[in-house]
């Protein structure tokens, strides 16, 4: 059971969670709500506070950033179109980037170890009990690398710890 108010006061908090759009706020207040109270606090209370905003801007679904003492997760506006279950599991997943530690390389001439951690962050999301939001954010998705992803999925890998 998750501490009274921790959660709620940061989706409250008009500076750390800039997150507008009811269908994209609902699907964030799902996973925050869903995560191991140890995994919440640690992402909640950390040295680098987490402040997430949603942006039409971004060419992605999401961009994780990392300035100086924060963490910045930008929510693409264009998530409200998707499917609730695809939204939770695309914030569950890169929620577990940052539980597992991951800082972010460009894809060219680290490929590997990309793709390392994109497995390594489904893997979390569902031991997490996000297994059916990752396959119907992977459903929702056309590229190669996460046609792969769903495929281990579906073929039952990266299980749920709650059944």
């Not at 964030?28 to 140890?38: A, D, G, K, W």
Request: proline letters at 4%; glycine letters at 8%; hydrophobic letters at 40%.
């Amino acid at each position: 059971m998750k501490r009274p108010g921790v959660v709620s006061d940061f989706l409250a908090d008009q500076e750390r969670c800039r997150v507008s759009n009811r269908r994209i706020r609902r699907a964030l207040e799902e996973v925050f709500s869903r995560l191991p109270e140890t995994v919440s606090q640690a992402l909640l209370n950390c040295k680098r506070p987490i402040y997430i905003v949603q942006s039409s801007r971004i060419g992605g679904v999401v961009t994780l950033g990392f300035a100086p003492g924060l963490t910045l997760l930008t929510l693409n506006e264009a998530l409200k179109e998707r499917p609730l279950g695809a939204t939770v599991g695309i914030i569950a997943h890169e929620l577990a980037h940052l539980a597992l530690g991951h800082r972010f390389v460009a894809w060219e001439g680290k490929r590997k170890l990309r793709l390392r951690e994109e497995y390594e962050a489904d893997a979390q999301a569902c031991q997490w009990g996000f297994r059916g939001p990752m396959i119907a954010a992977l459903k929702a998705t056309v590229e190669e690398e996460a046609q792969n992803r769903l495929a281990i999925l579906l073929q039952g890998g990266y299980h749920d710890q709650r059944g």
